[in-house]
T-cell receptor
Framework: GQQVMQIPQYQHVQEGEDFTTYCNSS?????IQWYKQRPGGHPVFLIQ?????EVKKQKRLTFQFGEAKKNSSLHITATQTTDVGTYFC?????????FGTGTRLKVLA | NAGVTQTPKFQVLKTGQSMTLQCAQD?????MSWYRQDPGMGLRLIHY???????DQGEVPNGYNVSRSTTEDFPLRLLSAAPSQTSVYFC???????????FGSGTRLTVV
């Protein structure tokens, strides 16, 4: 069945450093979504990518969808303490989204 | 507009007991899903629904039942609770299968 893996599992960065998490699917995806979950909270939708090679930006966050639509990345420039949380990708197969294992980001002030 | 409401927020069950986790949304969303979240495992799909009367299995459906008699409600039933079902359960909904999902605040379930 469809599998979605994320690396790294954990990342500790100093405030102001950049951060990147990678998402890889075993199958071609029709689209991919990214979510953020704060500690003790629930996942919150950030963005959706649909087109091959698509790049979208939200302030300091840059999202990319691979040319083959099997991988994606989220890059945060100059991290802040408010970026702390777990970032999940979710790849769409048929009718359902399969979530990646998540990358837990800790930002050290 | 409450979004996605899950009840209860916390629950402790004894092994073998049954219970229903409630999920309701007031956004007229067609798509609804149940996920469980365990440390290091991410979010795993249990069951999902693409509309009233239509449900299907996700990645980890064993031990769980669902039904979707109305657009608003999507309850998750644990038939005979087991310690392996100790987890945080999230319900989520989306207007269409292509849109972002709105998650409820979760139910933390402990089975002893």
């Amino acid at each position: 069945g469809q599998q979605v893996m994320q690396i790294p599992q954990y990342q500790h960065v100093q405030e102001g450093e950049d951060f990147t998490t990678y998402c890889n699917s075993s199958t071609t995806l029709s689209n991919i979504q990214w979510y953020k979950q704060r500690p003790g909270g629930h996942p919150v939708f950030l963005i959706q990518l649909v087109k091959s090679g698509e790049v979208k930006k939200q302030k300091r966050l840059t999202f990319q969808f691979g040319e083959a639509k099997k991988n994606s990345s989220l890059h945060i420039t100059a991290t802040q303490t408010t970026d702390v949380g777990t970032y999940f990708c979710a790849g769409r197969g048929t009718y359902k989204y399969i979530f990646g294992t998540g990358t837990r980001l800790k930002v050290l002030a | 507009n409450a979004g996605v409401t899950q009840t209860p927020k916390f629950q402790v069950l004894k092994t073998g007991q049954s219970m229903t986790l409630q999920c309701a949304q007031d956004m007229n969303h067609e798509y609804m899903s149940w996920y469980r979240q365990d440390p290091g495992m991410g979010l795993r799909l249990i069951h999902y629904s693409v509309g009233a009367g239509i449900t299907d299995q996700g990645e980890v459906p064993n031990g769980y039942n669902v039904s979707r008699s109305t657009t608003e409600d999507f309850p998750l039933r644990l038939l005979s609770a087991a310690p392996s079902q100790t987890s945080v359960y999230f319900c989520a909904s989306s207007m269409t299968g292509d849109g972002g999902y709105t998650f409820g605040s979760g139910t933390r379930l402990t089975v002893v």
